[in-house]
């Protein structure tokens, strides 16, 4: 067991990220998470790695590109303008089945917006701001001890499924500070990539190609469905959530991130209230947990999905729903975080309704 | 008997997409000497472009990754960096170097990448029908300068290897044609010196090669070549902008 | 026991490390904690403040809108934060820069002359230690003893023979209220 | 004695090599090749000097050149 | 009554767009969109507009914000790569509430992937690939005498909500010939912009401002509400949709674009063999046409939704739906295009499906 | 009493965010008094970069836009093309003109385009705390550069004036410094001809303008001066780079 | 009447024209029409086609995959469509550079010899209007006086004189079958 | 007589002035202004020669001067 450190959030992705085998980091400067570049420059030219400041953000994600390409572990981070400039990039990188570890701690928007924390990127990340019918996983852990679990999952979940992995974070998240504890690594000497481009030697008789692009269109269409035969596979085997006061809960909440940590302060005052409050927290944003809301719909009376976003999250919440029981919405943007109070007024606001009607 | 020319053996031995008499197929075949001749072949990576020579990845034997839109000088960044014996060179158009991949060209040679860029530059987007490139001569008719480019609307042609020759970090910057058999004897020094440079660990280098694009610019393959000859020369000079060796003997 | 706290001031003040120091030591004694600092462009000036949670259980919520507790190093800080503190909570005040007294009747109140007994101490800039003292003084939430550790490991080790006057500095603070 | 040797089926009938052989012995055919093009060949291989400016100016590497 | 041209969807669209008072459009060039910034570089100097050849997808969209900013119409267009990198850009615009028109003629993905038609882009177009809470009103023609027709509205609307309006086509459309008509204009003469930055001298004693940028997160949060109500106005009131055969349907598709006329050909030799299908098809895919789909979810008993994407409107029509009847999906991707011989096979498999269960 | 000195109309009467002694607020003025003395005031538009000046909008009496980083001279060219009556200025950093913004403002050049960009060269990014800019100089820490920028992994410092000047494009570039009062005044004859010429229809001009970040230096005020004098104008010499006036003199 | 059709050929043969001028036609009469190009990135050489409706109902689905009627100029073009036309559906191909015979037995089948009519005209490339002209005869969806118009339209003035050769070579297709 | 004159409540104490005045009569105020900067004041007006490069300097528009 390692000790505990009190560490920034951005600062402990940085640590995580070179303790699961990140030796390069490529990024570019952009509130909140600067202190996860800076970290990165610290502490790879120590290790015999390297972080490039590349001029922009799109080009940050190609060299990300060219890394993963060539086969080793790989990481970029940015906030939402940056990330929205990486969307091109994504889609390559999806479509050429490339494993990477994408940070995006999220600021309010649109536009230049604000630098405060928000989750208006939620559609972006699950659903694919990029062109093409493809996926990235999305993890959004809660604490940043769970955040550091995740960079390693987050790095194994790439290399398993060639697939670009987000970790969806906040400007809060990225800014706070917590201790963590940097669990004993098991990392099984990492499997080979095979079809990495490490050149010929490295792989004789057999030259290994990075690409997207198939002009025929029978040719790309199966390659679609060899992705969407992936994304199933992701989709069965990959989703993580945590449940708390869900078997008796009158109302079952959804929220994710910091602001399923606000959900539970205000679920604390509500259970002394009386009130029957449980919470499903996605952990896997993209595959979504299906299963665990449509299992509840069956004796839960409402729903809720708590954002920092106008209500996005929300859809997903109602499709796996898929009718039985209201999904109510409740959130705050812009870089205003919701309150434990505003979550629980919201609280008595549905269950009080439920009573009454 | 003694061969005096054959095909080198990290070009493939496919027949190519381009057009007849594009000499596109002309500068494949020199990087593929270049790099038959350091017999590096199996520590090299190449990084098409999106342009015609988008399939490149198709005829080098060596890996090849094909990078997004003018991305492709941040695509070998991200390989050398991470592994630094290989060989990473990428291959452009215009289109994708001079225009939508700016800034990526500009860093990458402000860093000095050891890195090696061959840039094709015909004036034109070929790939997607003729359009207008940042490189296209005044008054050439284009999709879209359908009356003759206009310096005055839409500026005159920048000149990469003099622009790029600016900066401190590129280590040797050519302009190279390959209109005659002569010309394109030097061109394959050049390109070869290319990829010595990154052997040597000495940085970024860039050959610029004119080349035609005989559909596009409603030519025959000949005269195609007259016009790079009689056009495009007296605007885009050929030369040497740039190289740390003769600065060094120099001081 | 759960301290939901504000720590707010000028930037320079040292609001933040106080935090930092309440968090740390707090970690050190095997407690939930959590620090979180306001955080904006890269405009000088203007006020900074932190939010910290010391807690026996995990911390929910990082962002405290109605802190138990809110310690003022400055006049817009106590303008800001003192209708949020919960009824029955704690203000702890910087009386050398704060002027007016509190208008909340339903909290306990300490006034401490932060800069005046620095000042005495011979360093304006341990107003700080002087405030997290009396703030220790009235809810000893963490051990003295673990506030030290994590000022040894805050300050670079060329700083350390500041370690004397900063656990002087807390000392005066605790008396105050003690 | 200089010899060059046309793959036939890969030349794409562009004509540069016409354009730059020294000793004018290059010319294209009537027929086409399997891929529809008038192809090159060479008239009269004796007065090949094998300087190898056809095969230079080949896009398509359709000639070898031997000595 | 204008005559009758036969033209291609790329150019009727410019010409649509001159007429609809056009005289400035910003590109780079793509395929399958090329012939629409030919057009405008043949057409727009004649009549002392310009069109200028951008160096990138991004300089064009930001040439976009500048020039809307300046209160003029104005217009962009490109293609799935090109698209997402334009996200960053759309964001701002919607942020900064700009009007203006950006055309996408949607081509197989993800990554560079490849030129033929298809629909893959429907999540980024309808959710926003770009970061925060954001909108763009999407419109989706199936016939060029539509798209021309649609051209005019999405300048409208553009201007009458301050809000990107997207034209979603596929690259079938944008290639295809058909006759179009161009109807009498009645452009009223465009509404002043106030709010534009046309200099002082054009509006004394008001100094505009055109910027997404809130740092107070306040201020941040009432202008997404202010966006968030925009929407809604915008969902309540500009909604449209066909409906063919939908009163006595047994099956309801869903298909938009290109796709409904696939499935109209399907529907007919369906309708020959007694199998009653009607088709809902969404013209404006943002707003969602959910009211219909509610609607018929009362009498249908099973819902499809055919696209050229791996099953991504479906999702709006299952959340139209609600849980009332069974939603199935039938796509082609990469290029490929649904054959009315394989809808009309969905159609039979669902229907016999539903006779038999 | 006749005024020697007083604040310029254009500029607005409000405390700006800037940090004590930057000299963001010495361009601002400069500017403004440009702006004023050649009477502009009501036909200007703006367009602030994404950087410390971000909130220039609220700073100059005329129309103002905001860009995204980076793209400011595409913002511009999006307003001067549709309204060619207007004058159009961009207000730009380091690390959006000569990082993310490269390929923005070296086709914004290129193409001639009839505008007016003041670039401000502080070597770092300070609005987002200090990073390394393109412009950094070697050796310099910055909070990406810990160890001080080395010029074999980070490469050297980008010469934006120098590299534009290759380009045929621009009508008129010009690097200055505002480290004492007699250079700014020069910094401000320069601003005030890159607005002039735009009014006589000149086309692209820019000056760069080397300036100070005490806080991300970690300096005083007074002590940036300094640095600008000792260590900022050897690399980046003032002077005239592009000039068409001049040229045609030669000529 | 619906005519679904896909004519074929190597690029340069002028099958995108012949495609224009059918639906063109189809237009000036009032008739539903629709053209639809096989597009692909610029590589030069191979084959090209393009998908024709003429009807007199609104066009469904632009895209035909079992066309009534295949037009195929080259052996490429008929080894691609043979097999897609539907039964009883029509297939004229070009005889002159298609030497065998199509197989499908549940089609009429025309052989048109393009290219030597054409060239009798004294002009190659006018082989697509005598396979054009044969397509016209037997199935007459259009007016030839229509396909004149089209032509009319569809030449750039300086190039008129060659309508009268354009005609020629119409009728000698169609009169082959007629 | 010149005069210059400091809007007290605007400046940032940034002493780019005083590092310029060639008169040095320019000096930092012991008090801090309402923004929290000790401010900068002219010690001995007769002195200046309006030179302005006080004003020059100033980022913040503090300083008019006159003659
Ligand atoms: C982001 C993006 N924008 C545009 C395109 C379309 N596109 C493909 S190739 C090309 C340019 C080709 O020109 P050039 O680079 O000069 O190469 P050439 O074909 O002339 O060799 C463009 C714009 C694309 N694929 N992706
Ligand atoms: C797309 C995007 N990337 C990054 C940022 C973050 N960012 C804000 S300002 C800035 C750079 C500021 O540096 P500079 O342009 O040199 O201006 P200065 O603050 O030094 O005046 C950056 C990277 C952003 N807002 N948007
Ligand atoms: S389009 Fe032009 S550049 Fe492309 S292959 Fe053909 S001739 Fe070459
Ligand atoms: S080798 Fe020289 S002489 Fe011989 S055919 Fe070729 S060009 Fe002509
Ligand atoms: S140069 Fe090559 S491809 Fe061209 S005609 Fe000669 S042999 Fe054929
Ligand atoms: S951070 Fe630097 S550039 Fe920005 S205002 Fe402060 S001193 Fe000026
Ligand atoms: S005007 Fe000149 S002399 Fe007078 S105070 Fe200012 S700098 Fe000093
Ligand atoms: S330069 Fe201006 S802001 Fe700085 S000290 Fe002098 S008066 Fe004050
Ligand atoms: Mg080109
Ligand atoms: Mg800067």
Chains 1, 5 share one sequence.
Not at chain 1, 321 to 346: H, I, S
Request: glycine residues 10%; hydrophobic residues 40%; charged residues 20%.
């Amino acid at each position: 067991m390692g000790e505990r450190i009190l560490m920034k959030g951005n600062e402990a992705i940085g640590e995580a990220a070179i303790r699961a085998g990140c030796r390069h980091f490529f990024g570019y400067p952009i509130t909140p998470q600067n202190e996860l570049p800076e970290y990165m420059a610290r502490r790879l030219p120590e290790i015999g790695g390297a972080m490039v400041q590349a001029e922009s953000e799109i080009a940050a994600i190609n060299m990300v590109y060219g890394a993963a390409g060539a086969g080793v572990r790989v990481m970029t981070s940015s906030s939402s303008p940056g990330i929205s400039l990486k969307q091109e990039g994504l889609s390559y990188i999806a479509g050429a089945e490339l494993p990477c570890v994408v940070v995006n701690m999220v600021r309010g928007g649109p536009g230049l917006g604000g630098i405060q924390p928000a989750q208006g990127d939620y559609w972006q990340a699950t659903r694919g701001g990029g062109h093409g019918d493809y996926r990235l996983i999305v993890l959004a852990p809660a604490t940043i001890q769970e955040m550091v679990d995740t960079v390693q999952d987050a790095f194994d979940l790439a290399d398993k499924y060639r697939n670009p992995v987000m970790i969806l974070g906040d400007g809060m998240l990225g800014q706070m500070m917590e201790p963590v504890e940097f669990r004993e690594q098991t990392v099984s000497s990492l499997a080979e990539k095979e079809w990495a481009t490490t050149g010929l030697r490295n792989h004789p008789g057999r030259r290994n190609v990075i690409n997207s692009l198939y002009l025929q269109p029978d040719k790309l269409e199966e390659h679609n469905q060899h992705l969407q035969r992936k994304y199933a596979e992701i989709a069965a085997n990959e989703v993580r959530y945590e449940e708390v006061d869900v078997e008796d809960a009158d109302l079952v909440v959804a929220a994710y991130g910091t602001t399923a940590r606000i959900v539970r302060s205000a679920m604390e005052e509500a259970r002394r209230e009386g009130l029957r409050v449980g919470l499903i927290r996605p952990i896997t944003l993209w595959p979504f947990p299906v299963e665990p809301f449509a299992r509840a719909a069956e004796r839960a009376h409402a729903f809720l999905s708590v954002e920092m976003s106008a209500g996005q999250m929300v859809e997903d919440v109602r499709l796996a729903v898929n009718g039985k029981k209201p999904v109510y919405f409740y959130g705050r943007t812009g870089g205003m975080v919701p309150t434990p109070e505003g979550v629980l007024a919201k609280f008595r606001e549905i269950l009080e309704g439920k009573h009454n009607g | 008997m003694a061969k005096v020319f054959e095909r080198p053996k990290a070009l493939a031995d496919v027949v190519t997409h381009y057009c007849p008499g594009c000499t596109h197929g002309i500068i494949h075949r020199l990087v593929a000497e270049a790099i038959d001749e350091l017999g590096i072949v199996d520590r090299t990576v190449g990084v098409a472009p999106v342009g015609c020579a988008v399939l490149a990845y198709d005829y080098f034997e060596c890996d090849m990754q094909e990078a997004a839109h003018g991305r492709a000088p941040a695509v070998c960044t991200g390989i050398k960096r991470v592994r630094p014996d290989l060989i990473v060179f990428s291959y452009q158009g215009d289109g994708d170097l001079a225009s939508i991949g700016t800034a990526e060209i500009v860093h990458a040679a402000a860093r000095g990448e050891n890195i090696t860029v061959i840039f094709v530059n015909n004036g034109i987007y070929g790939m997607t029908g003729g359009q207008m490139a940042p490189t296209t001569l005044v008054g050439h008719k284009t999709t879209t300068s359908p009356y003759g480019r206009d310096a005055k609307v839409q500026g005159h042609p920048v000149r990469i290897s003099e622009m790029l020759a600016t900066l401190e970090g590129p280590a040797y910057i050519e302009r190279v044609s390959v209109h005659t058999p002569q010309l394109v004897n030097r061109a394959k020094q050049a390109i070869k010196r290319a990829f010595a440079n990154q052997v040597e660990g000495k940085g970024f280098s860039l050959v610029e090669v004119l080349s035609t694009c005989p559909t596009n610019w409603g030519m025959t393959p000949v005269e195609a070549l007259q016009r790079v000859a009689n056009e495009m020369v007296p605007y885009y000079p050929l030369g040497v902008f740039k190289d740390i060796d003769a600065e060094g003997e120099d001081k | 026991m759960t301290f939901e706290m504000i720590l707010a001031g000028f930037g320079g003040q040292g609001v933040m490390l106080m935090g930092q120091l309440l968090a740390y030591a707090g970690m050190t004694e095997g407690k939930h904690v959590s620090w979180l600092p306001s955080y904006g462009p890269e405009m000088r000036g203007g006020t900074a403040n932190c939010t910290v949670v010391v807690s026996d259980r995990p911390v929910g919520s990082p962002l405290i809108t109605r802190p138990g507790i809110v310690v003022a190093m400055n006049l817009p800080s106590m303008d800001k934060f003192e209708d949020s503190i919960k009824p029955g909570g704690l203000l702890v005040y910087n009386s050398s820069l704060i002027t007016r007294s509190p208008k909340r009747t339903d909290i306990e109140v300490v006034a401490v002359p932060a800069n005046e007994i620095a000042n005495e101490l011979g360093n304006d800039r341990i107003a700080n230690m002087v405030a997290l003292g009396a703030l220790l003084g009235k809810k000893p939430m963490v051990e003295m003893q673990s506030i030290l550790t994590a000022l040894r490991h805050a300050l670079p080790p060329h700083r350390h023979h500041l370690l004397p006057l900063n656990e002087q500095a807390l000392d005066r603070g605790r008396k105050l209220v003690g | 004695m200089p010899k060059v040797t046309f793959r036939e089926d890969r030349c794409k009938g562009c004509e540069l090599c016409v354009s730059v052989c020294p000793r004018k012995i290059i010319v294209m055919s009537e027929g086409i090749n399997n891929r529809g093009f008038h192809y090159a060949t060479v008239t009269d291989q004796s007065k090949c000097i094998a300087c190898a400016f056809c095969a230079r100016m080949c896009p398509d590497v359709v000639i070898e050149v031997e000595r």
